[in-house]
């Protein structure tokens, strides 16, 4: 089993590219991303916060450097 480490600064990032979609998240311990939705929430606004958030990821992980 191939273990990852902790990414703190890749977590920051994600959540501030995250803040400037207009989604606000939470972290929590060092590698760690909570989401605290509305206690009343659409499927389509989960639907368009999960985009958001993938978006913010694949962002973040292209311009983090990469072991080959």
Same mark, same amino acid.
Do not use: S, W
């Given at each position: 089993?191939?273990?990852?480490? $902790?990414?703190?600064?890749?977590?920051?990032?994600?959540? *501030?590219?995250?803040?400037?979609?207009? &989604?606000?998240?939470?972290?929590?311990?060092? !590698?760690?991303?909570?989401? &605290?939705?509305?206690?009343?929430? =659409?499927? *389509? *606004?989960?639907? *368009?916060?999960?985009?958001?958030? =993938?978006?913010?990821?694949?962002?973040?992980?292209?311009?983090? $450097? !990469?072991?080959?």
């Amino acid at each position: 089993r191939v273990r990852k480490a $902790p990414a703190p600064e890749a977590r920051n990032r994600i959540i *501030q590219r995250c803040f400037e979609k207009g &989604l606000l998240l939470v972290g929590a311990g060092r !590698h760690v991303v909570r989401f &605290l939705p509305a206690l009343v929430v =659409t499927d *389509q *606004q989960i639907d *368009q916060a999960v985009a958001l958030f =993938t978006d913010a990821v694949m962002e973040v992980d292209r311009e983090l $450097p !990469h072991a080959a």
